[in-house]
């Protein structure tokens, strides 16, 4: 009967209404099976259902869960970085403390009720959960308490990615339930698996027999040369007309604009055409005093930006307000010597890598990879790297796009022996064709050349499609020439519609013939670094995957 049913509920409406319900429910079953609902009172207490907190006490210790067959629920959606500020402190950094060792503490807050949930399992004190999550618990940051399950339990029923709505708002959430009552039957996303891994994918077996658990993947030390972009936090940008005019104006340390102001990208403009935006940057560390000599730029930031920063909690935010809330160090030492980089979105539909001038100030929405050589841009642009992209990725938002990052996506990645990151940065060779190879072992170089060879010719022909020479002007401005920024393309009178079709999205959502073929040139070469004699396009992913997967794991030992 409803005393069967316990409950948690923290507010005290919603535990009233959750007694109600099943009641309701009761009522409803006894009417249809033909049984005489009790009537005198016909609702009555239920004090299984409580109110209170499911996580802490009102002393701040850890709340205990009653003894239950199966736990059910929808636990709140709350994002990791979101916590603090929707909680407070005092809750924020009791969770912290009594969770410590079991919820990583930039975990979305959903992860705490599957902690729980398989504490009471391993305790004894249920045998199943079936639990609602956004599907970010599947990604690095939450997937500890998975893996956690999967090690005293076992995931045997999930969807890992299904439309959901969350207070109007269109979320994709994955479903999960664990235990110890599967009788050795596993089912996901409504298919029957030999296993469930703790990213919610099937434990398969690739067509040549090895296990396919990318949870295995390990960051490679020699792959750390990936950076995301700038985060402003503030409106730093400008208009390129204003841009412009302020490189014409005098300073009163006789210094150019052009030291603090540059053309900026973000993934919008990567995905689609540039936008002509330029940002306003102080660099890392420049003392306010000196960043004030900068007339124009400073007035302009004082106005803008500053009002804003005084009202963020982030101390050294509100204090070095002139600057980049995340100015990024470390990718301006790493591309400081190098005239042009590699970048690509971090959210896109399709992966994509272009050339970034190192002299534009790259937005947090792009990824940035510290080399300059067409093999590197190859084997990134090549089918490998985009597999093994989509497979360790994180996904974003309603449309669910593939989120590219430095760490579990880019450092994961091996490259060919001989072209890893660490052999490709001793200098570098112009060829023939204009392509730009890095400086390897002799026994590498007619590999790493081909591959530089292919991706050029890629990208020429893709510069070409992009701003085709009869429809664009290219411009510069003196100062901006004097400054070494890289000129913009104008469309010419009447293309300037189809011009705006011309981008890198539209390419690719329907590529024609040349671009395939350059792609599977490209991909040739870079097989045969990998000494993948056999690897045609035929060959299934799951087979490239699990080379990879191999690879990632040996380079490891």
Not at 272 to 289: H, K, V
Not at 519 to 533: F, K, R
């Amino acid at each position: 009967g409803p005393h069967n049913v316990l409950g948690l509920e923290v507010n005290e409406f919603a535990a009233e209404l959750a007694r109600v319900t099943v009641w309701i429910g009761d009522i409803q079953w006894c009417r249809r099976n033909k049984y005489e609902p009790a009537m005198n009172p016909i609702l009555r207490p239920l004090e299984g259902i409580a109110h209170r907190d499911a996580l802490l006490n009102a002393d701040g210790s850890e709340a205990e869960w009653p003894p239950a067959d199966v736990i059910v629920g929808n636990p709140p959606f709350l994002g990791g970085s979101k916590k603090r500020r929707a909680l407070g402190d005092a809750v924020f950094e009791r969770l912290e403390r009594v969770y410590s060792g079991r919820v990583p503490a930039g975990a979305d807050l959903v992860c705490y009720w599957f902690e729980k949930a398989r504490a009471q399992i391993e305790s004894g004190q249920a045998q199943a959960a079936g639990l609602v999550a956004t599907n970010s618990i599947r990604q690095p940051t939450n997937r500890p308490v998975l893996d956690r399950i999967n090690q005293s339990t076992q995931i045997f029923h999930a969807w890992s990615d299904e439309p959901w709505i969350n207070e109007g708002a269109a979320v994709r959430v994955s479903l999960i339930v664990f235990g110890n009552v599967n009788a050795g039957k596993n089912f996901l996303n409504g298919k029957s698996v030999t296993g469930i891994n703790s990213d919610l994918t099937d434990k398969a077996v690739s067509s040549s027999g090895a296990e396919l658990d990318f949870t295995k993947a390990v960051r490679l030390i020699e792959n750390k040369i990936a950076f995301q972009g700038t985060k402003k936090y503030g409106d730093f940008d400008i208009s390129g007309d204003l841009a412009r005019s302020w490189l014409k104006e005098p300073n009163p340390n006789g210094c150019r604009n052009s030291d603090v102001v540059k053309p900026w990208l973000n993934g919008r403009s990567v995905t689609g055409r540039s936008s002509d935006t330029w940002i306003i940057d102080f660099g890392t560390n420049l003392p306010e005093e000196q960043a004030a000599l900068y007339e124009l730029p400073f007035e302009y930031i004082s106005k803008n930006v500053k009002p804003y920063r005084d009202t963020v909690r982030r101390e050294k935010t509100r204090a070095r307000w002139w600057i980049h809330e995340e100015p990024r160090s470390g990718l301006r030492n790493a591309i400081k010597d190098i005239k042009r980089a590699i970048a690509t979105p971090m959210t896109a539909k399709h992966r994509m890598f272009l050339w970034l001038d190192t002299c534009i100030l790259p937005d947090q929405q792009l990824i940035i990879i510290a080399r300059s050589d067409d093999t590197t841009f190859g084997i990134l642009h090549s089918r490998f790297h985009e597999l093994w992209s989509l497979r360790l990725c994180t996904w974003l938002g309603k449309g669910n796009d593939p989120r590219y990052t430095p760490t579990t996506t880019f450092e994961t990645f091996p490259f060919p022996a001989g072209l890893t990151p660490a052999d490709t940065k001793h200098g570098t060779e112009t060829l023939d064709s204009g392509a730009i190879s890095p400086i390897v072992a002799d026994e590498l170089k007619e590999r790493a050349r081909a591959i530089a060879n292919a991706a050029h010719q890629l990208n020429t022909l893709r510069n070409n499609w992009l701003n085709p020479k009869e429809w664009v002007d290219w411009v510069i401005t003196p100062e901006e020439q004097q400054a070494g920024f890289p000129s913009r393309p104008i469309a010419k009178p009447g293309h300037e519609t189809a011009l705006k079709q011309r981008t890198l999205t539209n390419l690719y959502n329907k590529p024609p013939a040349w671009l395939i073929n350059a792609h599977c040139v490209l991909d040739i070469a870079v097989a045969q670094a990998y000494g993948w004699e056999d690897c045609t396009h035929e060959l299934p992913d799951d087979v490239i995957l699990q080379r990879l997967l191999a690879l990632n794991l040996a380079r490891n030992a």
